[in-house]
């Protein structure tokens, strides 16, 4: 078989695969793309969620009452005249976080004027002030230094009326509100009317 002289090699341009590798690069921005959208996307929802958490936890706060008012008693000078000392006893509700007393605000409006009293860890409560007494606290944490309420305990919130920069005393038949305003949580609000008559009673429940 006679050899072929001078054979010859060609080379052809392959355009298909050229296109091919423009196609791979196109691609792989995409995907670059995709990923870094994909990363700042997950990023902000996770902010978000957090802000949400924590904008969810507060308003839960702010909502929910953390003060139960157990009652509210007036205490007279003496068999006549009118209330001039008022104590309201008060509890934590259920699941309510603690609350510090010294925080409180203690407003208070009997139509002629309206007082905002603030704690006072004195043993006399003066002008602009309210005292405050544990009834029931078994583990000893509330004392006059720190008022801070937890879990079980039953405390006397002390309102001296008559100690007020212009004085105050509750007559029959006379409206009073009382508003009990946390540092955290909702304010308590509390309305009532004295009875007609205190007869011979030195201490008359309200509430």
């Known amino acids: 078989m006679p050899m072929k002289a001078n054979r010859k090699s ?36 996770g902010k978000l969620q957090d802000k949400a958490q924590s904008t969810g936890s507060e308003t839960t706060k702010e909502v929910a009452s953390n003060l139960i008012v157990k009652g509210v008693v007036g205490t007279r000078q003496g068999t006549t005249g009118d209330i001039h000392w008022l104590n309201v006893t008060v509890s934590l509700a259920p699941g309510a976080e603690t609350v510090d007393l010294s ?16 704690y006072t860890q004195n043993a006399a409560e003066g002008a602009g002030e309210f005292g405050a007494a544990a009834i029931r606290d078994d583990d000893t944490s509330f004392s006059a230094a720190t008022p801070v309420m ?8 002390e309102i001296d009326l008559n100690a007020q920069t212009t004085p105050m005393s509750l007559s029959n038949r006379k409206e009073m509100d009382l508003t009990l305003i946390p540092e955290v949580g909702a304010a308590v609000n509390l309305a009532f009317t004295t009875p007609a008559s205190y007869g011979s009673d030195t201490v008359i429940v309200l509430r």
């Open 10 to 45: 060609v080379l052809k341009t392959d355009a298909q695969a050229a296109v091919g590798i423009g196609t791979m690069i196109v691609f792989i921005a995409t995907i670059l793309v995709a990923a870094t959208a994909a990363a700042v996307l997950l990023d902000t929802s």
């Open 150 to 157: 937890n879990a079980g305990d039953l405390v006397r919130i």
């Open 103 to 118: 925080e409180m605000i203690v407003r208070v409006n009997d139509a002629s004027q309206a007082l905002d009293l603030a």
